[in-house]
């Protein structure tokens, strides 16, 4: 059975209400849903799903703890990445539960479609699961350009590891992603655990604690990779994210120079934005009705009505902060 798959917890409560509307929409009505938890804090998640038996909420807490103590044993082997969350006000381990959605591979689905709860799906995901039927892990996305927030680029090791070639064209973002249950078995992880306490866990990135570790096991297990974002036909390959600003829309549909988006990613956008903008407050920030259209569909009557106009979401710095910040009394972050 095929099926997609998020990570959420209340605090994304809106931006999963959206994705789920928008997989009603554009895969169907009744297509599954597994939603694995970020942490406990899932209540206003679980009332939610009561009446879309199509969605289930993931409660296997072996298969949980089995991927909590895998994340642990991954980075108890890294050689500065505790000091590095440290020094960010980050204890323990940095964004301790984005790791959960590895309990895919023990879930529901033969093959899954994985999507952060901070994206849409805007068609049919046809291609991507096609595309599994020859390759084990997909993905539709142009991080390969940027490794930085995958691996230490600056560690000898990583060439050594990886040929350039492979680093400048399998690197994936971990915000979409397909692939099949059971691909990373006892061995399998195993393997890989020893693999980093020989030296080649200083190659991964602690500031994207996910993806960096799914990068690793992708690509050192030597899975079969299709990046639709390569192999399309450059007349039928779109973007994804919300930082690209000509994409058209219309009535939930986003295309790209006349091909419609598979899914659209409001990467870098806080989820207490979202939570916001829902509570009334008039935030503006990159395609906005298209989060509103989903967010909403099927209760437009809750929908928040505006008669101010829009604030940014970041707004640029007010001359008075700006002097600070030259003087050195106040940061960026204020």
Known sequence: ?????????????????ALLNSIEANAGKHFPVCIYPYDDNTEKIAA???HRPQVQLYNNSESIHKWDEFARRVWD????????????????????GTHRRYGAFDGPFDQFLYMDADTLLISPPNT??????????VVYDFQYKDPTHVYEVS???????????????????SGLYASKRDIFGEEKREWLISRLKDGEAEILYPMAPDQTILNYMVMRSG??????ARQLPPDKRTGNSVTSSHFVTE????????????????????SSIFARLCQGENLDFPYRDVFLHYRYLGEPENRPQFTTKPQPYNPPPTFTQRLLR?????TKDQ
């Open 77 to 96: 082997t890294h050689p500065t990445a505790k000091q590095r969350w440290q020094q960010i006000g980050s204890n323990g381990y940095h964004r301790f």
């Open 128 to 137: 991507i699961f096609a595309q599994l039927e020859s390759s084990d892990w």
């Open 1 to 17: 059975m095929d099926g997609i798959c998020t990570l959420a917890n209340d605090r994304v409560y809106d931006q999963l209400i």
């Open 223 to 228: 899975l079969s990779f299709a990046n639709l």
């Open 48 to 50: 939610a799903i009561k």
């Open 251 to 270: 009535r939930g549909m986003v295309l790209d120079r006349g091909n419609p988006l598979t899914y659209l990613h409001y990467i870098g956008i806080s």
């Open 155 to 173: 560690s000898p090791k990583l060439r050594e590891i990886f040929p350039p070639e492979r680093i400048e064209t399998e690197i994936f973002c």
């Open 326 to 330: 030259k003087l050195g009394l106040m």
